[in-house]
Structures are given as structure tokens and as C-alpha cells.
């Protein structure tokens, strides 16, 4: 259908590896999305610390905006969603005072254990009801105060990715709740920044934008996006700006005896919670509380996802070039459970060759080593069906109701393979789609904005209406069952 003189609304959505700009338009109930461009979200290494270009991706969002010109297309507003933690520091004269590092620059190993000098580890989880990871923002913002950081002492304003970029579009300075609440600095009961956290890092809420919700309006374009775009009078709209809140908002769930997958470079494995779950179990578990569109609680774990693959690619690649589904055909082909990894060892977060790391591992855990690209994309496979399962058996301990069904949304819901895997791990049916749901909550909360859209429950009925979805159900259940505990005895050896 064409999508002129129809409501429509532009989402910016803007992973660790890449962006993309993605028209959404309503019609019956429906949404039809058209991308109007994708572009590169590269990690750039200058003298050995990782940075994010902001002013690249900045240029991006106004492409976007100059081709939906050019394409004559209506548009009632944008929203922006990103990767959580990462930040852009800002001085008192509005401008940035560097560009952001990146959550895999290796400046914050050993950051947690630092700060918990200062205040205890179960203090600090029990102040907010974050995973402890060595790149939450808390101990990213410390690590900057315990180096001496030459712009610490000039910060006047700490504004997430999502929120630095619609400053950019609109020069209104705003900290949207679902991307705060990834930074290990907000209490999940008040939706605040925990004050002892504030004193420890020198720092106060003048700090931070004004704090809004989703759903919000953030401001319009300025005068300079107006004249680069041709555009006027387009609103920005505070969407979920964390992706994964968007994407969870985006499950197709009928009821609420569901847990989710959002599937990506990061794989984050939760439940909807209407209250924060922060006890000695989720202490034990590692398990993080944050925010959802609706002001829900995601009560989900990070697991590394296809990192793990999106790296081995690359050197794959350096031989001659290959695709993902070239990838997922050769580990079809190659004989099961020979191997397998703890997807989440730190050996995997940034190691120099991605097959090394795998081929090391399985050698320090008297495997077999795989060889080929086929048998390495297999243990990665099988290795990450069997840590969804570990994680969704504790979420299952935690969960107030029964997890019938896990729904597998984002990129990943695209690889038939590894959902068949999952479905025969867990012993539980798989729904696969969909593979854009970080776009379709972003572009759906703009509806909702618009006064389109009512509730959540709304949202996920359009989905299910807009889109087909793949379920996957267990086979070879004993045979997985077995090989299950070969994989526990070599995620405990390291």
C-alpha cells in the first residue's frame, strides 16, 4: 500500500553494530514498515580506547530525515532507541566534551571491584536491582572520576545515547526513563538516582536531564535540523529509549505466561514483572531489573549473543567472503554435540580472534577443538539453545506464573536453526518474530503518542496482525537432556 496521506512515524534505531532509519505506518490496524536507510555503527579504536562517533551518527539521523524529504513522505514525529549504558558528557556551553567511549572499551575491567570498596556489592544491588557488569554506567562514570579524567570537573550534563542524540535534533536535554534505568544508578522502586551513588561520583541530578517517561514529547527539530532537512515542525518523541524495552514492548504475546529473547548481538532473556524482584536470588543469579515502556519491570539476564558469531564472521571473511546463512547451512551439516562454551565467559568479550578464544577454550576443557567454520558455528549454536535454557529455568524459579512459551524477538528470530535448537533445550514451543520488533515498539509507542494506540495490549494485537510468526517445538528431548549436563560440566570448568 503506499504510504502517503496515511499516519506514519520514523524510528531510529541504532544497535552496537549498526543503525537503521525505518518508516512505520498504521493503517487497520496494521504497521508496514519501509526502511529508508541503514548505515554502519562502527566502534572506533584511537590509542587503544574504544569510542562511539556521535556526530556520525548524528549526520545519519539528518540523512534519514533529507531522504523522507525527497520521498515526499509525511511523518508525525521520531523517535530515537539505542544500546544501554553508554553516555555523552556534555559542558556547560551545551557542547560535547568528547566523543563517548564505548561499554567494550577495556578501561573498565576490574571497575566494579574498585567501587565496591567504596560501597558493597550487595549494597549496590540492592539499591537498584542491576546486573553487576563491568560496563554499567555507574562504574564507567567512576572509572572516569578514579583516572583523573581531564573532562570530569567540566561535566554539566550526562545524557544518555538516546537522549544526546535527540539533543542534537531538538536541543532539549531529557533523560527518558527505560535507558536510565540501565545504568546502575536508579532505584527501581522511586525511578530516582540513588543519592549515595551521586556523592560517591561527585556528582548530582542537575547533572542529568530532566527526567520523562515514554511516550513523552521531547521537542521539535531545531532551526539547524530544519534547514539541513527540509523538514519542519517534526516532533521528537522520548520513546523506549533502551532497544530492548522497545523490542519487549514489540512481543507478540497473547497472555502473560511468556518469557522473552531479544535476540542480537547481546542476547537478553527476561520476564514482565509489575513490581522490582531485588532479593538474595536474583542477588545470587546476577538477574537485572529494568525498565519497561508501559513502567513494567523487564526482570531479565544478559547473555552474549551473536557477538559470539558476528566476530568469527569477520574472520571468516578475511578468507573469502560468506554469509550468515552460509554459516547456519555449514553447522547444519556438522555432527552435534562435539563441543560446547560458556558463551558468557569473559575470555569472549573482546578477545584479539573470536576462533582463538573458542578453540582455547575447548582445549582448556578437554574437548574436542573445532576446526572448520561449520563445527565452530555449531558449538556456538548449541552451546548459547543450552544458556537460554539455563537462564529461562532460572527465571522460571523467580516467575510468578508459569513460562509456557518463549517468544524470540529481534534479529535472531531469523535463524531457523538456532530457534529449533532453543525450542529442544528449553523442551518448551518457540515463537520466532519479529525479526524488527525493536523498530515496530519504537514506531508503536509514537502511535500511542499520537493518541492512535491505547495500551500495551493494543500494541502487541497490531503486531500480531502485521507480521508472521514461525513456533518451534521440542524434538529429541532426551537426546538434548543428556548433553545438557555435558555442557553444565564444562560451564563450571571455567
Known sequence: ??????????????????????????????????????????????????YWDLLHLYNQIIEALQQVKSQRLSVTSLGIDTWGVDFVCFGKDGEPLRMPYSYRDPRTFGAPERFFTKITKEEVYRKTGIQIMNFNTLFQLDTLLSENSSIYPAID????????????????????????????????????????FLQILQLNENNFGKQILPGEKIGNISPSAQRLTGLQDLSVIAVAGHDTASAVLATPAKDENFAYLSSGTWSLMGIESAQPVVNDDTFALNFTNEGGADGSIRLLKNICGMWLIEQCKKEWEDKQPVTYGEIVAAAKQS??????????????ASPGSMITAIQTY???????????????ARCIYESL??????????????????????????????NKLLNSFTANAIGKSVIAGPSEATAMGNILLQAQAAGIVNNKQEIRQIVRNSIHLDTFE????????????DYLEVFRNI
Not at 159 to 180: K, Q, R
Not at 189 to 194: A, I, V
Request: contains cysteine.
Open 335 to 348: 555432527v552435534p554435540f562435539q563441543c560446547f562454551i560458556n558463551p558468557d565467559s569473559p575470555c569472549f
Open 474 to 485: 521440542p524434538e529429541e528431548s532426551a537426546l538434548w537432556n543428556n548433553h545438557y549436563n
Open 1 to 50: 500500500m503506499s504510504v502517503n496521506n496515511l499516519t506514519s512515524f520514523l524510528a531510529i534505531d541504532l544497535g552496537a553494530s549498526s543503525g537503521r532509519a525505518i518508516l512505520g505506518t498504521m493503517e487497520n490496524n496494521r504497521l508496514e514498515l519501509k526502511e529508508i536507510s541503514r548505515f554502519p555503527n562502527p566502534i572506533i579504536e584511537v590509542n587503544g580506547r574504544l
Open 362 to 376: 575447548c582445549k582448556e576443557t578437554n574437548q574436542y577443538i573445532p576446526q572448520t567454520m561449520g563445527e565452530i
Open 385 to 414: 539453545a543450552f544458556r537460554y535454557r539455563q537462564v529461562l529455568a532460572n527465571l522460571q524459579k523467580l516467575a510468578t506464573f508459569p513460562i509456557d512459551t518463549l517468544h524470540i524477538i529481534g534479529g535472531g528470530a531469523q
Open 157 to 196: 550534563k550526562i545524557l544518555f545515547m538516546p537522549d544526546a542524540l535527540s539533543y542534537l535534533l531538538t536541543g532539549e536535554m531529557v533523560t527518558e526513563y527505560t535507558i536510565a534505568s540501565t545504568s546502575q544508578m536508579l532505584n527501581p522502586y522511586t525511578k530516582q538516582f540513588d543519592e549515595s
